[in-house]
């Protein structure tokens, strides 16, 4: 599954491209309660608001492989953790600008 955006598609692979800031701010997009923080709910409604099917547990997975204080939770300081689930699962490749 390759999240359908705006961005760079690389060719032949299925992947998007994306820079951090880009990703970030495609992820503000799906924080429902605007606390700054992504959730599981949150997470799994971004993908699938792109066309994507994610369930309720790869929701889970995915905040719970980010999540490094085990608060539920990911926020500014845990986002690189939750690239690399990105990049493992939902074939998103951020890169430098």
Do not use: P
């Amino acid at each position: 599954m390759a999240i359908k955006t705006n961005y760079r598609s690389l060719s032949g692979i299925g992947e998007r491209e994306m820079s951090m800031q880009e990703f970030k701010k495609w992820l503000r997009k799906f924080d429902a309660d605007e606390d700054g923080r992504i959730n599981k709910d949150e997470l799994r409604d971004a993908v699938r608001a792109t066309g994507g099917w994610f369930s309720h547990r790869k929701g889970k997975q995915g905040v719970q492989s980010a999540d490094a204080n085990g608060d539920g939770f990911i926020d500014g300081n845990e986002m690189a953790n939750l690239v690399e689930f990105a990049k493992k699962h939902l074939h998103v490749k951020i890169v430098e600008y």
